[in-house]
């Protein structure tokens, strides 16, 4: 099993920026891909950033690239979701979840067994 948190998340005017943190305790995160996904009012949950825990590879939703970076400390047992360039549209609650394998894209939200419980994330106009 694999206990995730998260944090970080806040009112924010557009354009402004905020990190996301997930802490993970448990089984060895190091050894587990990592992803952020997000769920806005009256929308389905959807993907947002990956990393893979070997290569540290990466892959993001066209609508977050050259905004958003999601990095790992496999030492402290936490992942990053850092945002930048927030648009109003970024609005949601923002969930971390791990995985043993690395799921394919298509796979979306069931390829990670894990979740966190998500935090706010509201971007101001």
């Known amino acids: 099993q694999v206990q995730l948190g998260e944090s970080g998340g806040g009112l924010v005017q557009a354009g402004g920026s905020l990190e996301l943190s997930c802490v993970a305790s448990?089984?060895?995160?190091?050894?587990?891909?990592m992803g952020w996904f997000r769920q806005a009012p009256g929308k389905e949950r959807e993907f947002v950033a990956r990393?893979?825990?070997?290569?540290?590879?990466?892959y993001y939703t066209n609508s977050v690239k050259g905004r958003f970076t999601i990095s790992r400390d496999n030492a402290k047992n936490t992942g990053y979701l850092q945002m930048n360039s927030l648009k109003p549209e970024d609005t949601a609650v923002y969930y971390c979840a791990a995985s043993p394998i690395v799921p394919s894209i298509a796979a979306g939200e069931n390829g990670y067994p894990y979740w966190g419980q998500g935090t706010q994330v509201t971007v101001s106009s």
């Open positions: 990393i893979t825990w070997s290569e540290g590879t990466t």
């Open positions: 448990g089984r060895t995160f190091s050894r587990f891909t």
